[in-house]
């Protein structure tokens, strides 16, 4: 094959599901106000770290076992589920997906803190298959370290992606979450933000980092 | 930081699941007996195919349903949870998780055939969570296509390792198991065997990759 017939390596998109493509942190303030209405909340405007207890660690003298309340609410069978999709995350995924020599992975971590509680994954599964389809199944890639993963971009809403390999092995576009919404990117692992999958801005980033590859 | 001091990179070992640490070969056969006491089965020494149901296929005139039969016994709740620890495997796994600059995850394909079938996850993650405790279940990295985890080697028992990335991004070793214990390695995508956790071959193997980094 001549070098001008050879196909390039296909650019490849890792997507996060939990504030990316599911709505979690709206799912949870309402999950959480329906099971603990008299408790005290932290309100979307107000989230200001990736992990939900340290936002609720502020009511701890008020309410001393907030944080295994606010746990148990993510922790309930049934809550990973139910998260609505956020706006345009669906189409936005499969046109991604469509684009010539782009390859689509859901990347997704799961819960570990707390033994016996495996079930987010399951559900993880099942929400795929319900508003992506079986196919999009075999794309999802369940993992605590996203840097084991072989990607060009991964867009995700945690601030600051950790793992085994360093520097990461992929850009790291941060998708604005509530959590992280008042953050400098200085103060992430992100080269750049993406706040919704509406306004366009998804395809000129997909574009440029196609180009930069 | 001076060559000489700078810290090689890690050396990662992907471990399968099924069939190198779990016995699923011998779970299966005793859950397809006691299930189905009056159907013909495959005994261990006859197993030919990586896919059960290649295997159970030559029972379709005697048995009308013997493959959903067979596909059912790995679908049922609790199944995956059940199988015992490979002679070995779990010593194995820790002690080259032990090695200085060695880095050890699992890596393990979900069921993707029937549309709601995905409890087999969660009891992978209650497998390991019980048998190597949850240290290690921020290690298993859940995944259809393999190709797409970074990994200097990968010990599965599945014949032909395929996915996205061309050629392999890790040297394949094939963990001999019933099903391909018959095959020339030629019709593999291996480099080489690993026939047991046992005999001490493990160690030699990994040392001869590390060398070959």
Redesign the interface.
Known sequence: MSGAMRKSA?F?VLLDMDCVLADFEGNYLKCFREKFPNEPFVPLADRRHFYISDDYKKFEEQSPDILSKARSVYETPGFFGSQPPIEGALAAAKEISGLTNV?V?LCTS?L?KT??V??D??EK??WT?KHLG?DW?????????K?????NILIDDRPKIKG??KPL?FKHILFTASHNRHLDLRATTAAERLDNWTDGSWQTLVEKYMKLM
């Open positions: 296909p490849r390859e992975f799961p570990t033994p016996g495996h079930h994954i399951m599964l099942e298959e079986m199944v075999k794309r999802v890639i369940i993992t605590k370290d840097t084991m993963v072989h990607g085994v390999l092995p």
